[in-house]
């Protein structure tokens, strides 16, 4: 069965500063991956995928996630983080022969001015 | 295209009372899905249909009914309303390549 980890909770990061927010995967087969993003009183948007090809993703909001299958690893990428981007982040995985999107439990990222 | 539509954005019941929240998609995607999310929490997978006629139960469906009589609408059915179901509900269809949501349910029980 597949499964989603994201190991941290909470992550705080300086404004202008770079951030990751980490997802590990398991799943039989070739993954599908993305992340989702939640703001506050809002629905998940989408802001990237992984589905084959280049293991670096761009996405959304400068965002940007890389692909790392020996580490069966999907971590979440920015440059220089905003303010604006304190939100609750998903990643989430299906199998090539799977009929759901199996979601992580969420990382909360608190951006600080 | 509009989506995934969920009716209604806010709702406040008593114990006991029953209610419908509807979902419908236009994107003729045979994969559907409810998600509960509790606050500060993730989703929780209530019910899935993978097509018209077929439905699933997910992680938490006690309580819950679903039915697909159509590949667009998706309706979630509580019959007799707890507390414990107070919660935002989220609908869902997909594709291979992606997932898209409605706008969510806030769903009060009092």
């Known amino acids: 069965a597949q499964s989603v980890a994201q190991p941290e909770d909470q992550v705080n990061v300086a404004e202008g500063n770079p951030l990751t927010v980490k997802c590990t995967y398991s799943?039989?087969?070739?993954?599908?991956l993305f992340w989702y993003v939640q703001y506050p009183n809002r629905g998940l948007q989408f802001l990237l995928k992984y589905i084959t090809g280049d293991n670096l993703v761009k996405g959304s909001y400068g965002f940007e996630a890389e692909f790392n299958k020996s580490q069966t690893s999907f971590h979440l990428k920015k440059p220089s983080a905003l303010v604006s981007d304190s939100a609750l982040y998903f990643c989430a995985v299906r199998d090539v022969y799977g009929q759901n999107f199996v979601f992580g439990p969420g990382t909360r990222l608190s951006v600080l001015p | 295209n509009a989506g995934v539509t969920q009716t209604p954005k806010f709702r406040i019941l008593k114990i006991g009372q029953s209610m419908t929240l509807q979902c419908t998609q236009d994107?003729?995607?045979?994969?559907m899905y409810w998600y509960r999310q509790d606050p500060g929490m993730g989703l929780k997978l209530i019910y899935y249909s993978v097509g018209a006629g077929i439905t699933d139960k997910g992680e938490v469906p006690n309580g819950y009914n679903v039915s697909r009589s159509t590949t667009e609408d998706f309706p979630l059915r509580l019959e007799l309303a707890a507390p414990s179901q107070t919660s935002v509900y989220f609908c869902?269809?997909?594709?291979?390549?992606?997932?898209?949501f409605g706008s969510g349910t806030r769903l009060t029980v009092v």
């Open positions: 799943v039989s087969g070739n993954p599908y």
């Open positions: 994107m003729n995607h045979n994969y």
């Open positions: 869902a269809s997909s594709s291979r390549t992606g997932i898209d």
